[in-house]
C-alpha cells in the first residue's frame, strides 16, 4: 500500500453528508499509507491509467453503466481486477466501481471505503 496510487472521483453529489463520506474515504485510505490519493477530473482518463498500469487503483460513485462497461473489459484483459465497492462482483446497474492491478489492492479499497448510494441504472421511474 504504501506505493499505491488510488484515484477517485467527488461525484455528482455534493451535499454536506455525501462529501463527508467522500472526505472519510480518502482519509482511511491516507491513514493506511498510500503513496497518494488523485482526483484528476475524468473518469475515462481514471480508469485507463488503472489499466495501464500508471494508477494502481480507482474508486467511485455515481458513474453509469455507460461510463464503467467498456473500461471493465479493458482492466481485466489488462490482468486487473473491477468489482463493486461492497467487496463483490461487479454489478454495472449499482453505478460503484472499484478497479485495481491486483485483486488484493481492489478487497482492501472496498473493506477500507464506504458507500455513496446513488440510484440504480436500470430503476424504473414508472
Given at each position: 500500500m504504501s506505493k499505491a496510487l488510488i484515484?477517485?472521483?467527488?461525484?455528482a453529489k455534493r451535499d454536506p453528508a455525501t462529501l463527508k463520506i467522500f472526505s472519510g474515504n480518502m482519509e482511511r485510505l491516507l491513514k493506511?499509507?498510500?503513496?497518494?490519493?488523485?482526483?484528476?477530473?475524468?473518469?475515462?482518463?481514471?480508469?485507463?491509467?488503472?489499466?495501464s498500469g500508471a494508477a494502481d487503483?480507482?474508486?467511485?460513485?455515481?458513474?453509469h453503466c455507460w461510463d464503467i462497461a467498456a473500461a471493465a473489459?479493458?482492466?481485466?484483459?489488462?490482468?486487473?481486477?473491477?468489482?463493486?465497492?461492497?467487496?463483490?462482483?461487479l454489478d454495472l446497474m449499482s453505478r460503484r466501481i472499484v478497479a485495481a492491478g491486483t485483486v488484493e489492492m481492489a478487497h482492501y479499497i472496498a473493506r477500507e471505503i464506504q458507500t455513496i448510494t446513488y440510484e440504480r441504472d436500470d430503476h424504473n421511474a414508472n
Amino acid at each position: 500500500m504504501s506505493k499505491a496510487l488510488i484515484l477517485t472521483e467527488i461525484g455528482a453529489k455534493r451535499d454536506p453528508a455525501t462529501l463527508k463520506i467522500f472526505s472519510g474515504n480518502m482519509e482511511r485510505l491516507l491513514k493506511a499509507q498510500v503513496h497518494g490519493i488523485r482526483v484528476i477530473g475524468s473518469a475515462t482518463l481514471a480508469l485507463c491509467q488503472v489499466a495501464s498500469g500508471a494508477a494502481d487503483a480507482y474508486y467511485q460513485f455515481g458513474l453509469h453503466c455507460w461510463d464503467i462497461a467498456a473500461a471493465a473489459v479493458i482492466i481485466r484483459e489488462a490482468g486487473g481486477n473491477v468489482i463493486d465497492t461492497s467487496g463483490g462482483p461487479l454489478d454495472l446497474m449499482s453505478r460503484r466501481i472499484v478497479a485495481a492491478g491486483t485483486v488484493e489492492m481492489a478487497h482492501y479499497i472496498a473493506r477500507e471505503i464506504q458507500t455513496i448510494t446513488y440510484e440504480r441504472d436500470d430503476h424504473n421511474a414508472n
